[in-house]
């Protein structure tokens, strides 16, 4: 138990120590050393512009960029500064981001300076502008990188955290749609909605009537054509406004802060594989944590040479490298395989890929001739990706399961024709896979349908909302009868309170209808002028026959603001509107007397001589609502039947009288 147990801490130490002397052997040549594992995050050709960035510590300052899984924190940093000897500020960058800092014999706030760089940028910065940003924090000195890190930190805590800097491809999918919606939707609502709005606001209850004349009409023809006409060209100008400037709103053309890779970026690793293949049938990544002691590492070469030597073997190739999602081959090792295969110049052969950071393992037969889909298909999951045991050592177990590979593949049955694996599924374009589409693509072509749709959606709402307003409206501000309508409606014995109501709702209408008076005639400010000194004495204080006087002259009012030449109201209900000829009726039950009155179309047309004693007007006797009198009988609606300029003069008449 003490040898097993001596002997595991002994090879943790080794392979510490191995990683951090390669890694010291590279700094010693350059202080700045960017692995060749992550060319899809951070090319190796970006080495100079951390260069650069270093020199603003103004401390001796040691880069190194590796894979996150491969390094084990301060410790190597520890391990490093020991192999190389020279004192400094020693920083260790991942995929994304600084990770950690120790400052040996210099005055340097690495701990802060890391924290004012993790916590001041978003995920999605990149490496070089954290590493940007812990440099400047370092140079700022002890007291202020202090000061920034407390305040980046609480900041953080309090949910305040940075937005991103890029934008993903849905997010370029859902800025092309909505591209697409603008560009249609907005014009096409424009065309829509804004000649809607125009008729509902002359239309809306309240709205004054405008007086068109002959000349009018055609002045109005003429500018609702040219009104379409310009509103075309706004909605042709907003599609083509939205059209140039969407491009520069939406303007991210990356994905990532990833700079694209070089073709000497891509093949950096796989050379320097594919060298130590040539050389050795084992290869170990020197960056990555030592998982073969001396005696595993031994043993795997002499279980090589025997299967090279028996009959129907061949060669074995061994990698012991990570498989990263950011490297040359998106993690997928096969295609790892291939490209390293392709390097050694096609050698046949069984390559063996396995990953020192997670364990895993995989096998490929290039051109042996061996049973490899009944042995390896089959291999057990221990030997692939190792058990719970394999989980917790930091080797993974590996030298062990590899032995265990060796021993099933020395057993594999041989074939009478070589085996080969097809080709490898292609990975993502590396140059162009942090590239986003157009704007004017993919999506963009649905936007434009979907904005045709959400225009009609956004018309139909606000249709609706402003018939609910005219409802409001109409509710609030009631309108007037129509004057088509006054016949069939208007009451022959009206209550005080409805004729209140009604003089209420004809005075509103003939002063919205009346407005500045700029185009009323002398007979529309002459019947106004007897409308508002009756108004003017308060609707609720006039008696019945006000009331009607005023009702009758306010119509009269608008309607000569209209245009119409009518004179003289029915005479045998005044409330019937503009009568249209004259005739003897007789308006009283008893007898046979007669009276020349004016009549409206229906007292005109469709009513017989006994029935109109029935639609006389009759107002409510002052003491008594009980008792009813005829119209005319009163002094102020006496002179009604004779004309509206009549009516008007008497109501002055009476008026200044009093």
């Known amino acids: 138990m003490l040898i097993t147990a001596f002997g595991t801490a002994a090879q943790a130490a080794n392979s510490t120590d191995t990683q951090a002397a390669y890694l010291a052997a590279q700094l010693r040549t350059d202080p700045v050393y ?11 050709s970006t080495a100079r512009d951390f260069a650069k960035v270093a020199q603003r510590t103004g401390v001796p300052t040691y880069v190194l960029v590796l894979p996150a899984q491969a390094t084990t924190g301060v410790d190597l940093l520890d391990a490093v500064h020991d192999r190389l000897g020279k004192d400094g500020l020693y920083v260790l960058i991942d995929e994304s981001t600084v990770t950690e800092a120790e400052a040996y014999g210099v005055q340097a706030p690495a701990k802060d300076a890391a924290t004012v760089a993790f916590y001041e940028l978003p995920y999605d910065a990149g490496p070089l502008r954290s590493f940007g940003r812990f440099a400047d924090a370092v140079a700022q000195g002890a007291g202020k990188a202090a000061a920034r890190a407390e305040a980046a930190r609480e900041k953080y805590d309090a949910g305040d955290e940075p937005a991103d800097l890029y934008i993903g491809p849905s997010d370029r999918e859902d800025q092309s749609t909505l591209t697409g919606v603008a560009i249609t939707g907005v014009p096409l609502l424009m065309l829509l909605l804004v ?48 059209t140039l400037t969407a491009p520069l709103l939406f303007d991210q053309t990356r994905s990532s802060a990833s700079p694209p890779p070089r073709a000497i970026d891509l093949n950096a690793r796989l050379d320097r594989v594919a060298k130590g293949l040539a050389e050795d049938p084992v290869y170990a990544d020197p960056e990555s944590p030592r998982v073969l002691d001396t005696a595993q590492l031994a043993q795997l070469h002499d279980r090589i040479e025997k299967f090279g030597s028996s009959k129907g073997g061949g060669p074995v190739f061994v990698a012991l490298v990570p498989q990263i999602y950011e490297d040359e081959s998106q993690g997928d090792e096969e295609a790892f395989t291939a490209a390293v295969r392709d390097k050694l110049g096609g050698r046949d052969g069984v390559y063996i890929v396995a990953d020192p950071l997670d364990g895993y393992i995989n096998v490929f037969n290039y051109g042996l001739a061996l049973d490899t889909y009944s042995a390896f298909f089959d291999l057990p999951e221990s030997i692939l990706y190792g058990d719970s045991k394999a989980d917790e050592a930091d080797d993974h177990l590996l030298g062990e399961r590899l032995d265990d590979l060796m021993v099933i593949l020395a057993k594999t049955a041989r074939t009478d024709e070589p085996t ?18 157009p704007l004017y693509y993919g999506d963009f072509w649905s936007g434009l349908f979907l904005g045709v749709l959400a225009a009609l959606l956004f018309f139909g709402l606000a249709a609706a909302v402003l018939g609910i307003v005219r409802v409001l409206l109409r509710r609030r501000n009631p309108e007037p009868l129509a004057t088509s309508t006054l016949p069939h409606v208007s009451p022959a014995a009206p209550s005080l309170s409805y004729l209140c109501e009604t003089a209420e709702i004809e005075t509103r209408a003939m002063t919205t209808a009346f407005g500045t008076g700029e185009t009323a005639d002398t007979r529309a400010r002459n019947r106004y002028d007897a409308t508002t000194l009756l108004a003017d004495e308060g609707i609720d204080g006039l008696g019945p026959a006000a009331l009607v006087a005023l009702i009758v002259l306010a119509r009269a009012t608008r309607a000569a603001l209209t245009g119409d030449d009518a004179t003289r109201c029915c005479g045998v209900n005044p409330l019937h509107g503009p009568a249209k000829s004259s005739r003897h009726v007789r308006v009283s039950p008893e007898g046979n007397r007669r009276k020349m009155l004016p009549l409206c179309d229906r007292c005109l047309n469709d009513t017989a001589p006994n029935d109109y004693p029935a639609l006389l007007l009759t107002l409510p006797a002052p003491d008594d609502d009980s008792q009813r009198t005829p119209y005319y009988e009163d002094d102020l609606l006496s002179t009604a039947p004779e004309g509206y300029t009549k009516l008007a003069r008497t109501v002055r008449e009476s008026t200044l009288a009093h």
């Open 34 to 44: 960017v692995t060749d594992q992550l060319p899809r995050e951070i090319p190796q």
């Open 195 to 242: 000649p809607y709005v125009r008729r509902w606001w002359r239309r809306r209850p309240g709205a004054a009537p405008r007086k068109q004349g002959k000349q009018g009409k055609q002045a109005k023809g003429r500018s609702k054509s040219s009104g379409r006409w310009i509103l075309a060209a706004l909605a042709l100008g907003t599609a083509v406004a939205i």
């Open 420 to 437: 080969t694996p097809g080709d490898p599924y292609p990975v993502t374009d590396p140059i162009a896979e942090n590239e986003l589409r």
